[in-house]
């Protein structure tokens, strides 16, 4: 299905907005035209009701009230003629009947649910039944009054066809007028939504002009809607973020070419020396031996590379087990401390009881080989390094990674996690470090919703603080 652009979707929008008040404006004044017209009828039937009670109040005899009600009802010629009848509750002959040349069958007989009661008054609107078109409307009053212990109703009405003609007109005009308003909001809502939305076309410009060389420098300067703030201010913060994202990225390809260019330099400059002149087979056998060092060196800088990548990745972990941390830890304790007994060092554990976290194994065993190494490679030479666990807050358990060292300045503790960072360069490749194995043990951590910290002083040593959710 094709998207519906959202200028589209405002145009139709402020459209049937614009239509929908446009008729209901029509509506209630067409309304309000009604009722206005209508009440000065009734208004006018009212003064002739109040004339034709007088008159029925004043004692006189039938020729002249007869005389004097004609008078209040007008010339029966007139364009819009008046008309009455009188009549007595239980008697069928009426009081008095006016000119019936205009009003016609039906009109003279009131229906029965608008009969009001005695001292009351009501309205309503008849029509004349042989009108064949059925728009000869009359307005009627119909009043009931007590007179010489009779109950008297006078029925008094009057055309109002001019009120339907004059509404017929006010109808046409507010077609007229309606539909004009409307063609003009179909025409003009899109240029008014382009311009309400022209912000965002701007926004948009500016945006399109951004490359990753400009990452770090655009910015959006010009004048922005205030709706638009908000959005243009996250947008600013996430390409800084980007801009540093791709920053890190550019100085992590610099970085892991330089580190994978002396390796390669090195196997490359034994085997040209090897190469260059005869030599015995012992000799071969040495030159051979010595770029396969350099060869392993290489290879462990790329499996790093390899797995700090697929750390990096968004995903879940690949396989999350319930596993004995205290167990894992104490087997690769056993197989640490026999490293480091080849240079009179030790690995011990403190005893503890049994804790379960839970995770990828292979992971936590990367991870704390990871530290397990850089404890013996930078501690003191025939030190000791001391596994121990401790209860965390918030449901955690901390391993706690201590050697005897404690030399790390402590402006070089912030970049311990940076990629390819060591605190002595020369004296780490010499040790054929890379500077990866913290970075790969923190990303590691915080996929197990964890963490990693370093401490290091002369007095106390360096130690290195895993926080793992336990199980």
């Not at 008094?156 to 001019?162: A, L, N, Q, T």
């Not at 948009?204 to 638009?228: C, D, K, N």
């Not at 396969?292 to 390899?306: F, G, K, T």
């Amino acid at each position: 299905m094709r998207p519906v652009s959202i200028k589209l979707r405002l145009s139709l929008l402020v459209s049937l907005l614009t239509v929908t008040i446009i008729v209901i404006v029509s509506v209630i004044s067409y309304v309000e035209q009604e009722e206005s017209l209508l009440r000065n009828v009734d208004e006018i039937l009212r003064v002739m009701g109040e004339g034709i009670a007088a008159v029925l109040d004043d004692p006189q005899d039938a020729e002249t009230r007869d005389a004097e009600l004609q008078s209040i009802l007008g010339d029966p010629r007139a364009q819009n003629p008046a008309w009455c009848r009188i009549w007595v509750d239980g008697n069928d002959r009426d009081w008095f009947l006016s000119d019936l040349t205009n009003p016609s069958s039906g009109v003279l007989d009131p229906p029965s649910q608008r009969r009001p009661a005695v001292g009351q008054t009501s309205f309503f609107t008849v029509v004349d039944r042989t009108d064949r078109s059925g728009k000869a409307p009359y307005r009627a009053l119909w009043m009931r009054r007590v007179w010489r212990q009779d109950v008297v109703n006078v029925l008094v009405g009057r055309s109002s066809r001019h009120v339907y003609h004059e509404l017929r007109e006010f109808y046409r005009l507010l077609l007229i007028v309606g539909g004009g308003l409307t063609l003009l909001a179909f025409l003009a809502a899109p240029l008014l939504v382009s311009w309400g939305l022209r912000p965002v076309a701007q926004a948009g410009a500016q945006l399109e002009a951004i490359t990753h060389r400009s990452l770090g420098r655009q910015r959006q300067r010009s004048e922005i809607a205030l709706e638009l703030k908000p959005f243009m201010a996250a947008l600013d913060d996430m390409l800084g973020r980007l801009d540093r994202a791709m920053q890190q990225q550019g100085q992590f390809i610099a970085d892991a070419a330089h580190e994978l260019r002396t390796p390669v330099a090195v196997l490359k400059s034994a085997l040209q020396t090897t190469n260059l002149q005869r030599r015995t087979a012992a000799e071969y056998k040495a030159g051979i031996e010595e770029a396969l060092l350099d060869v392993e060196r290489l290879e462990r800088l790329v499996e790093q590379l390899l797995s700090l990548a697929r750390l990096e990745r968004p995903d879940r972990l690949r396989r999350s087990v319930r596993l004995r941390l205290d167990a894992l830890l104490a087997e690769m304790v056993e197989v640490y401390d026999a490293r480091a007994a080849r240079e009179n060092g030790r690995v011990v554990m403190a005893q503890t009881g049994a804790v379960w976290v839970g995770g990828d194994e292979s992971e936590l065993r990367q991870l704390f080989a990871n530290l397990l190494d850089n404890a013996l490679r930078y501690g003191p030479a025939g030190g000791t390094v001391t596994v121990s666990l401790a209860d965390g807050s918030d449901g955690e358990v901390v391993v706690s990674v201590h050697d005897e060292g404690g030399c790390i300045p402590n402006d070089a503790l912030v970049h311990l996690f940076d990629r390819f960072y060591r605190v002595d360069s020369s004296r780490s490749q010499d040790f054929g470090g890379s500077g990866l194995g913290l970075a790969i043990a923190r990303e590691i951590a915080r996929r197990h919703k964890g963490d990693v910290e370093i401490t290091s002083n002369p007095q106390a040593g360096t130690a290195v603080s895993v926080r793992l959710p336990r199980w």
